[in-house]
Nanobody, 130 residues
Framework: VQLQASGGGLVQAGGSRNLSCTFS????????????IGWYRQAPGKHREGVSC????????YYSDSVKGRFTISRDAAKNTVVLQMESLKPEDSAVYYC????????????????????WGQGTQVTVSS
């Protein structure tokens, strides 16, 4: 499976930005599977943080406390795509954002916390200017 992430860039504080992640391919020839998918971010000098995740098994979503109420994750199953809508952006949201995916049947919150995934996408930089 491959992940293609896009949407990063420069945005002013208080603004909005959407990140998109599309997956393609298969796991050992299987193209239909339950999965967890989400976004991690890492800023210079900081630990990686699971920001938001989605589970296709129970359709649950998870948001870290730092983004709850400002970010929304949504899935387009037909396009194998998840979109992270980021609103009311703050300078502290500046980071490289990585899309992650694994075969997975649990809930979104645990998926976002395990920090161990089958596939990591290339990072996309989000910079929020003050």
């Amino acid at each position: 499976v491959q992940l293609q992430a896009s949407g990063g860039g420069l945005v002013q504080a208080g603004g909005s930005r959407n990140l998109s992640c599309t997956f393609s391919g298969s796991f050992n020839g299987f193209t239909s599977f339950f999965y967890g998918i989400g976004w991690y971010r890492q800023a210079p000098g900081k630990h990686r943080e699971g920001v938001s995740c989605f589970s296709s098994a129970d359709l649950s979503t998870y948001y870290s406390d730092s983004v709850k109420g400002r970010f929304t994750i949504s899935r387009d199953a037909a396009k194998n795509t998840v979109v992270l809508q980021m609103e009311s952006l703050k300078p502290e949201d500046s980071a490289v954002y990585y899309c992650v995916l694994s075969r997975y049947k649990g809930g979104a919150e645990y998926f976002c916390l395990i920090n161990d995934y089958d596939v990591w996408g290339q990072g996309t930089q989000v910079t929020v200017s003050s």
